[in-house]
Every structure is written in C-alpha cells, then in structure tokens.
C-alpha cells in the first residue's frame, strides 16, 4: 500500500542552525502538507502546498520557514534559524485531490529536538 | 473560531470492555469529519472520513457515527492492540485545506 515516508526520523541541531526536513508523498497524489506536534499538544497545521506554490499557511509558518518541492518526488521544510520552541514532530501529508474534504495520509514524522 | 473538542481525554477499558469515544465540533457547514489513530511517536493513521449527518462506518472492532453536532468512535469487544490515541480532525470552514485537530483520547486496553 502506497504511503508518505520522511527523513531522518529524529534530527537534533544546535539552535540557530539551518535544517531540512524531507518528505516523499504518495505518489499519484497533488496537494501536500506540514503539521507539527509539539510534546503533548495537539497536531497544528503549518502549511499546505498545491501546484508548486503554498495554498494556506498559519500563523506558525513564519519568514523562517519555507518549502519546496524540488523534485518530481521529493517535498521539503527548512527551517532557516532553528529556536528551541521548533522542537517537536513534524509530519508530512498528501491527499490526491486538492476538495477540501479529501483524506489526508500522514508520514511516521520527523522528530526535531533543538539544544 | 472553529473548536474540535475530544472525550475523554484518557480511557482505561478491560479487554473486551466495549465503549465509545466523543469528538465534538464546532465548525460552520461541515464538510467532513476524521478519524484517525495514533500510536506513540508515530504519525496519525487514517481510520474513517464521514461526511453527513447520519452516515456510519466500520472497521474490525471500531464502528464511527457522525452528528450534527458530534461524532462517536465506538469499540467493541477492544483488545490490547487497540491501544493508541484516537484522534478526531474537521476541515478548516475557511475553505481551505487544513485540518483542525482535537486532542485526542489516550485508550489503554489491559488483558
């Protein structure tokens, strides 16, 4: 069964450097999508992305973040200036048609702990 | 402002012990309503969408059933691996496709 696969599953770096996060959505699907998921909090929407350009982003997503899909496969989140509050599971997301009521399928996540 | 709220917020049941789980929400004209499980430090796997008042799906153990105003996770006769936190999403009524996610309830299935 086709499903959402992201690297590394835990990053850790030092606060103020520079990551990326990389997901491989489902393969026929168009719209994709970051959460995150802080330690016992609940799953928050940062952004969503459909025709290689973003649709909707929340508050969260700010100037030092962004995403790209550089490839026909391959779908990433940087974070340019990482603080420690970015700590937390970040998952990435796929649906196969950009309704708003399409399923959306989730990655296993990337942990990120910043020190 | 658009509110998934989940209950209980942990449930601890007997193998066996069958009992239902609450999201209730409160969005402007629904358009579909998610269920998903999550197990620790794993992502969220999809169970169910419902779509319309009414509407019920099953899946082995789990049956969802939507409201207007609410939708149920019931589980029957659960077992040990049923244990995972179940956690309920509505679409932003803004119109876009983000998901608004409850809480979730924490299920511990005990042999």
């Known amino acids: 069964e086709p499903e959402v696969t992201q690297t590394p599953s835990h990053q850790v770096t030092q606060m103020g450097q520079e990551v990326i996060l990389r997901c491989v959505p489902i393969?026929?699907?168009?719209?994709f999508y970051w959460y995150r998921q802080i330690l016992g909090q609940k799953v928050e929407f940062l952004v969503s992305f459909y025709n290689n350009e973003i649709s909707e982003k929340s508050e969260i997503f700010d100037d030092q973040f962004s995403v790209e899909r550089p490839d026909g496969s391959n779908f990433t989140l940087k974070i340019r200036s990482t603080k420690l509050e970015d700590s937390a599971m970040y998952f990435c997301a796929s649906s196969a048609l950009a309704g708003v009521s399409d399923t959306q399928y989730f990655g296993p996540g990337t942990r990120l702990t910043v020190l | 402002e658009d509110q998934v709220t989940q209950s209980p917020e942990a449930l601890r049941l007997q193998e066996g012990e069958s009992s239902s789980l609450n999201c209730s929400y409160t969005v402007s004209g629904l358009r579909g309503l998610f269920w998903y499980r999550q197990d620790p430090g794993k992502g969220p796997e999809f169970l169910f969408t419902l779509y319309s008042a009414g509407e019920e799906k099953e899946k082995e153990r789990l049956k969802a059933t939507l409201t207007k105003k609410e939708s149920f996770l019931h589980i029957t006769a659960p077992k040990p691996e049923d244990s995972a936190t179940y956690l309920c999403a509505v679409p932003f009524s803004g119109g876009y496709n983000k998901l608004i996610f409850g809480a979730g309830t924490r299920l511990a299935v005990h042999p």
């Open positions: 393969s026929n699907h168009l719209y």
